[in-house]
């Protein structure tokens, strides 16, 4: 036959397909194989995670003071959505939550997290740290990996409250 084909790949999962035409004369003597590929992408995830400093500077203080962001969903999600949340130095702040779960009904309410400072008792001055955002965890592919924005805070240096058997050095 002459003319064009059409084939429906939409079931086909992601990937490279390699296409082998063969065309014979009317005999069926001669036969040409015409060597072509397509690729089908990954589509690009819809999900997105929005990390929002809430104190302006972003700063805790080893006296115990606090810094506020929240973390919410750019649209619903069709299962669980879990955030896991961390400090790259523990010993500085810590968070009132580690992991943070949305869901179809809370997907768009900004979840609130604090971090509060620490005391080292050490005159070490201010210390910069990171809360970091960690790709998210889902069985729904739109949200499968996706990455927030991380936090820059800074822990400022008080001895405010050292016990009196550990002078600030």
């Known amino acids: 036959r002459v003319g064009s084909y059409t084939w429906d790949v939409s079931a086909l999962t992601p990937g490279t397909y390699y296409i082998y035409a063969v065309a014979a004369n009317r005999a069926g003597s001669v036969t040409r194989y015409a060597p072509g590929a397509f690729a089908i992408p990954v589509p690009n995830p819809r999900g997105v995670v929005t990390v929002t400093a809430l104190s302006t500077p972003m700063e805790t203080t080893e006296a115990g003071g606090t810094a506020t962001f929240s973390v919410v969903l750019g649209n619903s999600p069709e299962s669980d959505v879990t955030v896991d949340l961390s400090v790259t130095h523990p010993n500085e702040a810590q968070l009132d939550k580690q992991r943070l779960v949305f869901n179809a009904s809370n ?8 971090l509060t400072g620490l005391p080292d008792c050490m005159s ?19 949200y499968q990996g996706i990455k927030g924005a991380d936090l820059a805070p800074i822990n400022r240096n008080s001895t405010v409250g050292c016990p009196s ?3 600030p050095l």
């Open 165 to 167: 058997n550990n002078p």
């Open 124 to 142: 070490d001055g201010d210390i910069g740290y990171q809360m970091i955002t960690a790709r998210s965890a889902s069985a729904d592919a739109d």
């Open 107 to 114: 997907w768009s309410t900004p979840q609130l997290v604090r």
